[in-house]
């Protein structure tokens, strides 16, 4: 933000992040956003953030399967990532 020279407010206009929000996340330690928030956020700064739409898409996918398929995907995924 700071980057970019942008207020909290011209941030919050970009965005689309209501300014109560934004002021919230930013001025309190610990503070959390919702992912529709920081996505919003992100994009407005030009930041490239991961998309929920994949892992969405997974879990969806994941719940479909039987309790053995999803068994079997989580022991081959975890193989995968060792």
């Given at each position: 933000m700071a980057q970019q020279g942008l207020s909290k407010a011209e941030l919050s206009r970009k965005s689309k992040v209501p300014y109560h929000a934004l002021d919230k996340f930013l001025k309190r330690e610990g503070a959390t956003t919702s992912s529709e928030n920081a996505t919003s956020l992100a994009?407005?700064?030009?930041?490239?953030?991961?998309?929920?739409?994949?892992?969405?898409?997974?879990?969806?996918?994941?719940?479909?399967?039987?309790?053995?398929?999803?068994?079997?995907?989580?022991?081959s995924a975890r193989g995968l990532a060792d």
């Open positions: 994009n407005a700064l030009g930041i490239k953030v991961d998309d929920d739409r994949e892992y969405e898409e997974l879990r969806k996918l994941f719940y479909q399967l039987s309790e053995e398929q999803r068994k079997f995907l989580l022991a």
